[in-house]
């Protein structure tokens, strides 16, 4: 369900997902206080706090007290993870234009006017490609190959197909709110929708000093959701796998066979069976693991859970201009 908009349309809606951010939300509030101010339609800020344990949630609703802007502060029940925390965003904001941004503030907001600046009828998504990336080499090759796999299978041409520093008019996300499957990436749930997206160049600034929130795991996750979330590719690749070995294993039968009457001396027997055996017992394995992880999916769509929980939303409205300022520390 998302956000009521009035029937004049209304401005620009600055969505962010938050986690264990308490220390960046007044970097988060100064920064993009000067962009919402541009706004001659008005705007909004959408913070979804995605139940981490620190003050986030607190933090953000005095920030939100002395700001000059509306604030929708939401909190998730648990950790749900970015992109369930993105479109619990995307249900709350009201803008006829949304922007979507990193909580550690890489995508500078900055660079948002160059995004609104190429959003049209004709381009109803922005994404802003990272020229220069400032990540570690392994995040940016986990990139580089997902991006090449994604565009193969979504039919897209993006450089950056990672990148969830976009822009979308209002359509395009009431669009996206009506998907139902549990495991959704955002830039692949757009490319699927099939709507043009255009590319525009913006600065990356180097990650701060908590770095990424995504660790392996999670990393690992993503790529299986990703590889058979959008794709039976595994399925068929690991079929014709499995009848190479088959023509293989009838082939190498045949002139063994051959050998032996022409020869009447070979390979052992004992040796050739257990390399056949081992050679199509790995393909089985694989074949079963891809299945599994097909199967999971199906268990997970299945139990039809909520894609996420909230636990509390708030909205302030805007205040007069005047310092921010932090709550006291929580005594210990």
């Not at 969505?15 to 008005?42: K, N, S, T």
């Not at 590719?233 to 190498?252: D, K, M, N, Q, Y």
Request: hydrophobic fraction near 45%; glycine fraction near 8%; include cysteine.
């Amino acid at each position: 369900m998302r956000a009521d908009t009035n029937d004049e349309g209304w401005g620009l809606s600055i969505v962010i997902p938050l986690y264990r951010d308490e220390r960046a939300l007044p970097d988060i509030f100064d920064r993009c206080g000067p962009i919402l101010d541009a706004q001659e339609d008005g705007g909004e800020l959408v913070l979804v706090d995605d139940g981490g344990l620190d003050r986030t949630t607190p933090v953000a609703l005095e920030l939100a007290k002395g700001f000059r802007h509306p604030t929708t502060i939401v909190r998730l029940t648990r950790n749900f993870g970015q992109h369930p925390a993105v479109f619990a965003g995307l249900a709350h904001a009201r803008g006829n234009r949304v922007v979507t941004l990193d909580s550690d503030l890489q995508y500078p907001p900055e660079e948002i006017p160059k995004l609104l600046a190429e959003l049209s009828s004709e381009f109803p998504v922005v994404s802003g490609y990272r020229a220069e990336r400032r990540d570690p080499f392994m995040r940016r090759l986990i990139t580089w190959a997902l991006t090449r796999w994604l565009n193969g299978q979504t039919r897209t041409q993006l450089r950056d197909f990672g990148s969830m520093f976009r822009a979308y008019d209002r359509q395009t996300v009431d669009l996206m709110l009506t998907f139902t499957e549990r495991h959704r990436y955002v830039p692949a749930v757009v490319a699927w929708l099939g709507v043009p997206i255009k590319e525009v160049p913006i600065a990356h600034e180097p990650r701060g000093p908590r770095g990424s929130s995504y660790r392996l795991a999670a990393l690992v996750e993503l790529v299986f959701d990703l590889i058979t979330g959008y794709s039976v590719f595994p399925l068929r690749l690991l079929t014709s796998l499995g009848l190479i070995a088959s023509i293989g294993g009838f082939v190498g039968t045949v002139i063994f066979i051959v050998y032996r009457i022409a020869v009447g001396a070979g390979v052992s027997g004992t040796v050739s069976a257990f390399a056949l055996v081992f050679a199509l017992l790995a393909v089985l394995l694989l074949l079963v693991a891809m299945i599994g992880e097909y199967v999971g999916r199906i268990y997970s769509e299945a139990k039809a859970r909520p894609y996420f929980v909230v636990d509390s939303a708030h909205r302030i409205e805007a205040s007069p201009p005047g310092p921010l300022s932090l709550p006291a520390e929580r005594p210990t």
